[in-house]
């Protein structure tokens, strides 16, 4: 048997990742973060990603974030040249937010566009209390029909690196314990 189609996932743990976390907290508290509502899915998030979009020229503390990401990136990059139509140098950071979810907040279905591949670092994230990123499957099982998820084993200090297309949301924090992430999409 083969298999016809497979999704890939890259995790990564970010070394000095105290030193990381105090820079990246200290760049999310200085970013255009704002509270965002989704009238659809009731869901609530503070993020400051449709500021920085509308930005002339990308924010000084995401840059400072992106540093942080370099040798990650440039990890991913190496191993994921098979998925890229183009070479590794000619692959960017096309936009870059933070997100923070504080009790009861969610952030609900969606995707980060058709093409390339997006990352996430998770920031400020306890692992007994907060829950991945869920991934939604593009196929449904073969089977019965049901949507298929699947949820990284992830933890503070981790980034990821999935295909933009991919649907995915994260659940509810239950917990009064806040989660931050940093995120980009590289194109
Ligand atoms: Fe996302």
């Not at 503390?61 to 370099?70: F, R």
């Not at 070479?87 to 969610?106: C, N, R, T, Y």
């Amino acid at each position: 048997m083969n298999t016809m189609f497979d999704i890939p996932i890259f995790k990564y743990k970010i070394e000095n990742w105290t030193e990381v976390k105090a820079t990246l907290i200290k760049q999310f508290k200085n970013s255009l973060s704002e509270t965002v509502s989704n009238q659809h899915d009731g869901g609530q998030i503070h993020t400051d990603f449709f500021k920085c979009i509308k930005e002339p020229s990308i924010p000084e503390y995401i840059i400072k974030s992106l540093h942080c990401m370099d040798p990650y990136i440039v990890k991913f990059l190496g191993e994921v040249s098979d998925y890229y139509s183009k070479p590794s140098d000619q692959i960017g950071v096309s936009s870059a937010w933070f997100q923070k979810q504080e009790e009861h907040m969610l952030h609900g279905i969606h995707n980060h566009g058709a093409v390339g591949f997006s990352s996430i670092c998770y920031v400020k994230f306890d692992k007994d209390v907060h829950l991945p990123t869920t991934f939604i499957s593009p196929f449904n099982d073969f089977l019965f029909g049901n949507t298929d998820y699947y949820q990284p084993e992830v933890e503070e200090g981790d980034v990821i690196f999935f295909p933009s297309m991919v649907q995915h949301y994260s659940p509810t924090n239950s917990s009064n314990s806040e989660r931050i992430i940093f995120s980009y999409n590289l194109k």
